[in-house]
């Protein structure tokens, strides 16, 4: 337990400004609603004036863009884009932490063993993502039941925040899983950048694509598309289990790995 606690503290100021800057983000796109609501006929033709490749890739529906759950969905893959930032960083930097600042020695001299200290780190990364997504969508919910014009779907809406995590989880994962393959990292931020973006624009790409339905589990920014959770009130199945196989199969590698690897701080 004081490893844990130990682990919260060192990422709660992380987890804090990651938390405001998506709330600030869902804050401004939110709060143009009214003016869209209210020139709704004008933004569709603005957005419909788009080429079709650029609409799928922004994820744009026209059919429902002009309502709030609508324009949320729209945006809500760049508050994803930044959670998964966010959880790839803490995926990576919960393995490599005491390399990094030299203090593995100190660390693994405790009596504790190589799999209790990864259960220790994950819960705490768990504990905090579950923290930062439940207070993201208390700020969220108040903010767009302020700006309302009209009722929405609170279940919608929940289902849509949901997603977040479901990211998030499979970005702490595969960061977990990339980190144990590095035997000295000297820098968190450019893997965790390049495998996010790397992803992120390969689902943009692949929201174009003839085969996309297919195409579509290379990149998890597509596993849930908010327009067919407005349509169907639910999950896409195949792409539901997809994402909880990158989970298992990751955080399992990542397991088998790190109990048997030699570990060096960084010189």
């Given at each position: 337990m004081n490893m844990v606690l130990h682990e919260l503290k060192s990422m709660r100021k992380s987890a804090i400004v990651w938390t405001c800057a998506?709330?600030?983000?869902?804050?401004?796109?939110?709060?143009?609603?009214?003016?869209v609501a209210s020139d709704a006929l004008d933004f569709k033709k603005l957005l419909g004036s788009y080429p079709e490749s650029v609409q799928a890739m922004l994820g744009i529906d026209l059919d429902t863009v002009t309502s709030i759950l609508g324009l949320y969905s729209m945006i809500f893959s760049f508050i994803a884009l930044c959670g998964a930032i966010q959880a790839m960083n803490l995926g990576v930097s919960i393995l490599t932490k005491e390399s990094?600042?030299?203090?593995?020695?100190?660390?693994?001299v405790k009596p504790v063993s190589r799999a209790q200290v990864v259960n220790s780190k994950l819960l705490a990364a768990l504990l905090i993502l579950a923290a930062m997504d439940i207070v993201f969508y208390a700020a969220t919910s108040l903010i767009a039941n302020g700006v309302k014009i009209e009722d929405f779907s609170q279940k919608l809406f929940l289902m849509i925040n949901l997603t977040l995590l479901f990211v998030q989880l499979m970005f702490l994962a595969i960061g977990m899983a990339s980190s144990v393959f590095f035997t000295k990292l000297r820098s968190v931020l450019p893997l965790s950048l390049g495998v996010v973006f790397g992803l992120y624009l390969i689902g943009a790409l692949l929201a174009t694509g003839e085969d996309k339905e297919v195409l579509r589990f290379v990149s998890p920014f597509k596993y849930f598309e908010p327009?067919?959770?407005?349509?169907?009130?639910?999950?896409?199945?195949?792409?539901?289990?997809?994402g909880s196989v990158i989970v298992v199969v990751a955080m399992a590698l990542s397991y088998a790995v790190y109990l048997k690897k030699d570990i060096h701080a960084v010189s």
């Open positions: 998506m709330i600030a983000l869902a804050a401004l796109y939110l709060s143009i609603y009214p003016s990094r600042e030299r203090t593995v020695d100190f660390l693994l327009s067919y959770i407005l349509a169907h009130a639910g999950y896409e199945t195949p792409y539901l289990i997809a």
